[in-house]
């Protein structure tokens, strides 16, 4: 008689949790959850987003910036309650150099680009209250489209 009434409670207590569970899984499915992201973005702070989302919907929502290093991280990866994401910044060398603030070494550093073609930049991007594009660098004594080609993937405003 023990074992019976041992039995009964073991089921009733499985199916109790088994209605409990289906319920919790069907209301989690229907919530956001929060989400804080930081580092390279645009809008650092707190997300409520679907259960669902990824990573790349996240950035999606925030913006990322010219620095942002995405190459080591999972973009379609689902997110997880009360996550904190930090974008890392690429490495020195892969940023993109700005011709409106580099230096005459940073500038130096452009395939190409010696120390009398950087004194060219510098004095041209002075003379004319920095550059409003990166086709303006074709001004610049020096800098053809050969050049110019060669050093748009590492430039930046």
């Given at each position: ?18 209605t ?28 409520h ?52 603030a ?28 920095g ?6 660098l ?16 590492y430039?930046?405003?």
């Amino acid at each position: 008689m023990f074992k019976k009434i041992a039995v009964l409670l073991v089921l009733a207590v499985f199916l109790l949790l088994e209605t409990h569970q289906v319920r919790y899984g069907s209301f989690e499915k229907s919530v956001t959850i929060p989400v804080e992201i930081k580092g390279e973005v645009s809008k650092e702070g707190v997300y409520h987003v679907p259960r669902e989302a990824t990573l790349a919907d996240l950035l999606e929502l925030c913006g990322i910036t010219a620095d942002a290093d995405l190459s080591d991280l999972a973009l379609n990866r689902t997110l997880s309650y009360k996550e904190v994401i930090v974008i890392p910044r690429k490495p020195e060398e892969e940023r993109p150099i700005s011709i409106n603030a580099a230096t005459l070494e940073e500038l130096m550093r452009l395939p190409g680009v010696g120390e009398s073609t950087a004194r060219k930049i510098l004095e041209y991007r002075e003379q004319h209250h920095g550059f409003h594009s990166l086709e303006e660098l074709k001004e610049v004594s020096g800098i053809g489209e050969a050049k110019y080609a060669k050093i748009l993937p590492y430039i930046s405003l």
